[in-house]
């Protein structure tokens, strides 16, 4: 098993910066894969990006591209998601995952990671 402390949420004006970081313990953090989602009020889980468990591959949804950029350091063992040119949208809890497969067809399905840490609120004011 592996547990996800999510921190660095918090709210910034449209056009800012924020960087989350994900915290693991636990098993091997390198033997998973790392996905981040967000869930606005009223609104289902989405996804946000994933990166591999070496961190040579990454996959972002369409909202974020060239905007997010998700990272990992496996000595550190934790996780990162750099935003820029933040927008109201972007408000939600956003939450890490840990996914232990090397499958690459279901990045973006929640169902298929295993862990969760307990998010952190990221609020975008306009």
């Known amino acids: 098993q592996v547990q996800l402390v999510e921190s660095g949420g918090g709210l910034v004006q449209a056009g800012g910066s924020l960087r989350l970081s994900c915290a693991a313990s636990?098993?091997?953090?390198?033997?998973?894969?790392m996905g981040w989602f967000r869930q606005a009020p009223g609104k289902g889980r989405e996804f946000v990006a994933r990166?591999?468990?070496?961190?040579?591959?990454?996959y972002y949804v369409d909202s974020t591209k060239g905007r997010f950029t998700i990272s990992r350091d496996n000595a550190k063992n934790t996780v990162y998601l750099q935003m820029n040119s933040l927008k109201p949208e972007d408000t939600a809890v956003y939450s890490c995952?840990?996914?232990?497969?090397?499958?690459?067809?279901?990045?973006?399905?929640?169902?298929?990671?295993?862990?969760w840490g307990q998010g952190t609120q990221v609020t975008v004011s306009s």
């Open positions: 995952a840990a996914d232990p497969s090397y499958r690459r067809s279901t990045y973006s399905d929640s169902r298929y990671y295993g862990y």
């Open positions: 636990g098993r091997t953090f390198s033997a998973y894969a």
């Open positions: 990166i591999s468990h070496s961190g040579a591959s990454t």
